[in-house]
């Protein structure tokens, strides 16, 4: 290869290798031809070339094109060195799962697809398997699945043998998920969906009220919204209300390093973190301290 001949002439060349993606870059613009007159005889290899004015830029594209992948190989000066990238896929896992709550649903399509789209990249059996496991355990979180079905499951991943073996079986729940969120907006009336994505996007206020709903923002009598509510739902509002900031709570606590009291601003109980400490142990049958405990001894 001509270009390994003229290594000294180059001002260094860097690169990352993911799953039949080489990314290759250099501050000298020499690489990218002689890159090119190795591999374009070459059947089935697409190349593609681009420019980026800074360092930051070319990070940022980098960082877009591998974030998905479990295992990056970085190059340096033809040397090759293998980087897990697990914790940064189980960061971007848990912020989908952050976005679900108060997603529309063109949106909760797009976070379906970059769910998809991450199972697919993981070669890795074990973080395969400790992914399927969180990934379950994020939409019982979301009351999507109990938390018998998600024990379920990881008790079945547990027999697979193979990466692709637990992808397919993941790939089922997802989709399983996807169809159950549809079917529930679907059975929605109007009432209720304006009501429940209000909900979503408004969880930390405190002061909010059906009442304040219904006149400000339905434009409706509150009586009338309340009966059309609970027919729809087949539950309160009041009720529907403390799930929401009970589920979005356990969301919460389960990232690392987080306060009780930031929690219960963040769903509208922060000027009375007692009322939210009870209202959770009431649901959970433990206070927030050890739901959050437990969570993080598991991550």
């Not at 309160?236 to 709570?249: C, D, H, N, V």
């Amino acid at each position: 290869m001509r270009i390994a001949a003229e290594e000294n002439e180059l001002n260094g060349l860097y690169g990352m290798y993911v799953k039949n993606t080489l990314l290759l870059y250099s501050k000298n613009d020499l690489w990218s031809f002689e890159i090119r007159a190795c591999v374009e005889n070459y059947q089935g290899i697409r190349l593609e070339t681009c420019e980026h004015e800074s360092l930051k830029e070319l990070l940022e594209t980098v960082w877009r094109k591998t974030r998905r992948y479990d295992t990056v190989y970085a190059i340096y000066h033809f040397r090759t060195l293998m980087i897990t990238n697990n914790q940064n896929i189980s960061r971007y896992v848990h912020a989908l799962f952050q976005q679900f709550r108060e997603a529309g649903q063109e949106d909760i399509e797009k976070l379906f697809s970059e769910l998809y789209t991450v199972v697919e990249q993981i070669s890795q059996i074990e973080f395969m398997r400790w992914l399927a496991g969180n990934i379950a355990v994020q939409f019982s979180m979301l009351n999507i699945f109990s938390g018998i079905e998600a024990a379920e499951f990881m008790m079945n991943i547990e027999k697979e043998e193979t990466v692709e073996g637990i992808q397919e079986r993941l790939t089922k729940l997802i989709e399983k998920a996807r169809q159950s969120i549809e079917q529930s907006r679907r059975s929605y009336g109007s009432i209720a969906r304006t009501v429940t994505e209000y909900v979503g996007k408004h969880l930390s206020d405190q002061n909010m009220t059906l009442k304040d709903i219904a006149e400000n923002h339905l434009f409706m009598n509150v009586d009338y919204v309340s009966r059309q509510f609970q027919k729809e739902t087949g539950e309160r509002f009041s009720q529907y209300l403390t799930e929401q900031r009970i589920q979005k709570a356990k969301a919460l606590l389960s990232e690392k390093n987080v306060k009780v009291q930031y929690v219960a601003e963040m769903v509208g109980c922060g000027g009375n973190p007692q009322y939210f400490s009870q209202i959770f142990k009431k649901a959970t049958g433990m206070p927030p301290s050890r739901w959050m405990q437990i969570m993080q001894e598991k991550n």
